[in-house]
């Protein structure tokens, strides 16, 4: 959904630097692995080596890392309209019809299954909470015009009742 999004959009002239938002969406989890905290900075060394064989200039290389690292946290400059609609790209799935984010909530939960129920839990409500605490969770022109932001709102606020059942129980 993420590279589908980015690349449709792309195409569309969205983005000041394209190049860097393509690069960015495939590095952007060549290290995925959910017992790690260090999947992003190591994604990125990945993509600085692999893009400088290629002989990719350094600047655009600087750019793709730093857009994979912000995925970290989820945080750009609200003056970096590149970042911000990579970032919403990258929560895309959060907006996405009922059904799709149900599959997506529970592959979520199969790739922590090493993780004990209560922990996996409240951990993942902490995260979700965080969402629903931001005044807005997509920061971009091109997602706010999409209008996903109440259909993500409403996906990760059944997905935390369903979480509070489960910590009651």
């Known amino acids: 959904e993420f590279r589908r999004v980015l690349f449709r959009s792309t195409k569309e002239k969205i983005a000041n630097d394209r190049d860097a938002l393509k690069l960015a969406a495939w590095y952007h989890d060549v290290v995925y692995d959910p017992h790690s ?5 190591r994604s990125a060394v990945m993509a600085g080596n ?6 990719i200039n350094e600047t655009r290389i600087t750019r793709v890392c730093e857009l994979i690292l912000m995925t970290k946290d989820h945080q750009a400059a609200p ?7 990579f970032l919403d ?19 979520i939960r199969k790739e922590y299954a ?9 951990g993942r409500r902490e995260i ?10 997509y920061r971009s022109d091109w997602f706010k015009e999409l209008g996903w932001e109440a259909p993500a709102r409403a996906n990760i606020a059944a997905e935390i009742a369903e979480i509070d059942a489960i910590l009651r129980s």
Not at 50 to 55: D, K, Q, S, T, V
């Open 79 to 85: 003056n970096d309209g590149d970042a911000l609609f």
């Open 128 to 137: 979700l909470q965080s969402f629903l605490q931001r005044p807005e969770i």
């Open 114 to 122: 090493w993780v004990a129920d209560r922990d996996y839990y409240t």
């Open 37 to 41: 905290l260090e999947n992003e900075s």
């Open 89 to 107: 790209a990258d929560l895309g799935i959060l907006g996405s019809a009922p059904e799709t984010y149900t599959a997506y909530s529970q592959a």
């Open 50 to 55: 692999a893009l400088r064989e290629l002989g």
